[in-house]
């Protein structure tokens, strides 16, 4: 799968597990984004990362841990999850950090947590 | 806080009819409005964009209009397919308070 990638797809983790998510892109992109989905919500923004570096923290709770390494890869760390956290998260990229371009999104990995 | 509204949540349409889905934001700053298509079990993807520099944009039976005074801007599909159903998002970006998506329209065509 070329693009944005995601995984893994689907992950079921109790309130006490810690886990990570991984998003990759291949597009040459400089920023890097997680985004949280829930039924019947908006597309909740959490983090940006412009050039590895993070710009943008949507009042994240510290559960949700991001890490960027280098430009190419996104990170998110999960420990003591709570049930209404369970959603798709979906990574995107895009080339300007300007958050005026498109953004491309990744296949998401479906959370829940038990 | 800024936001933007979506509306209306869901739309069914028979084929071959058009279908306008409207979006009304409030940070002025923002001067990039994408609009996305999400099928069922899939990523979003842009269809279509405008900037706030064009008041409307076409692309074969998808246009998006802009009316950068009263804030808000449109999705129009005409001649739908039952393709074209899916959710739609619209979003503001560029502003002072980043991307804001909107909450989304469902869009059935009915064959």
């Known amino acids: 799968e070329t693009g944005v990638t995601q995984t893994p797809r689907h992950l079921v983790m109790g309130m006490t597990n810690k886990k990570s998510l991984k998003c990759e892109q291949h597009l040459g992109h400089n920023a890097m984004y997680w985004y949280k989905q829930s039924a019947k919500k908006p597309l909740e923004l959490m983090f940006v990362y412009n050039f590895k570096e993070q710009t943008e923290n949507n009042s994240v709770p510290s559960r949700f841990s991001p890490e960027c390494p280098n430009s190419s890869h996104l990170f998110l760390h999960l420990h003591t999850l709570q049930p209404e956290d369970s959603a798709l998260y979906l990574c995107a990229s895009s080339h300007d950090p300007g958050l005026a371009f498109e953004q491309y999104f990744g296949p998401g990995t479906r959370l829940t947590v038990t | ?111």
């Open chain 2, 1 to 111: 806080g800024e936001n933007v509204e979506q509306h209306p949540s869901t739309l069914s349409v028979q084929e071959g009819d058009s279908a306008v889905i409207k979006c009304t934001y409030s940070d002025s700053a923002s001067n990039y409005f994408p609009w996305y298509k999400q099928e069922l079990g899939k990523r979003p993807q842009l269809i279509i964009d405008i900037r706030s520099n064009v008041g409307e944009k076409k692309d074969q039976r998808i246009a998006v209009t802009l009316n950068k005074t009263a804030k808000h801007f449109s999705l129009h599909i005409t001649e739908t397919q039952p393709e074209d159903s899916a959710v739609y998002f619209c979003a503001g970006g560029g502003g002072t308070y980043k991307y804001i998506f909107g909450t989304g329209t469902r869009l059935k065509v009915l064959a």
